[in-house]
T-cell receptor, first 119, second 108 residues
């Protein structure tokens, strides 16, 4: 299967700081990457869909100015949590697909996740 | 109403027994369905895809009921290593919608 990495795996930061999380597809070019957030005992919630070279599409209720997404290349997408607060503490997971025909589904390969704790 | 709903469990299953649980979905236009396994503090890993009426892979069987809009997962001959949370996912125009997961605990 395809390999997706995330860095860092765990981060603890003070309230008000910004945190950048990287998602890389290691052995394939990912035209589309997805960012999810998961709170304890809850489902994975899609935050945004990121396409290389274009602006991310955010899900309803997700603040685009707080969660900055940059998909600068076919193998790298970054999520920056700006001015993080304790309520942003969560498990952030990215996934990547090789290609995505409109209206169709291609398997998503998940990164190992980043656990963010904001003090 | 949530787009995908699952019984959170936990389902406590003796080793060697069979366990089955369902996932209901609200989007009748969904075409693809998935079962993922998620271990504690880890990312989800694809267990199986369900595109037609069902799919079987070893001890795992998934069935799709479009009329009632649910998919099921059955695990036969449960192993201790099957203990995990099982997430149901459906596609919605290329995006995955997940349920909150069903926890399965296999006991010796």
């Amino acid at each position: 299967g395809a390999v997706v990495s995330q860095h860092p795996s765990r981060v603890i930061c003070k309230s008000g700081t910004s945190v950048k999380i990287e998602c890389r597809s290691l052995d394939f070019q990912a035209t589309t990457m997805f960012w999810y957030r998961q709170f304890p005992k809850q489902s994975l919630m899609l935050m945004a869909t990121s396409n290389e070279g274009s602006k991310a599409t955010y899900e309803q209720g997700v603040e685009k100015d707080k969660f900055l997404i940059n998909h600068a290349s076919l193998t790298l997408s970054t999520l920056t949590v700006t001015s993080a607060h304790p309520e942003d503490s969560s498990f952030y997971i990215c996934s990547a697909t090789r290609d995505r025909a409109e209206g169709s589904y291609n398997e998503q390969f998940f990164g190992p996740g980043t656990r963010l704790t904001v003090l | 109403r949530k787009e995908v709903e699952q019984d959170p469990g936990p389902f406590n299953v003796p080793e060697g027994a069979t366990v089955a649980f369902n996932c209901t979905y609200s989007n009748s236009a969904s075409q693809s369905f998935f079962w993922y396994r998620q271990d504690c503090r880890k990312e989800p890993k694809l267990l199986m895809s369900v595109y037609s009426s069902g799919n079987e892979d070893g001890r795992f069987t998934a069935q799709l009921n479009r009329a009632s809009q649910y998919i099921s997962l059955l695990i036969r001959d449960s192993k201790l290593s099957d203990s995990a949370t099982y997430l149901c996912g459906t596609d919605s125009w290329g995006k995955l919608q997940f349920g909150a997961g069903t926890q399965v605990v296999v006991t010796p």
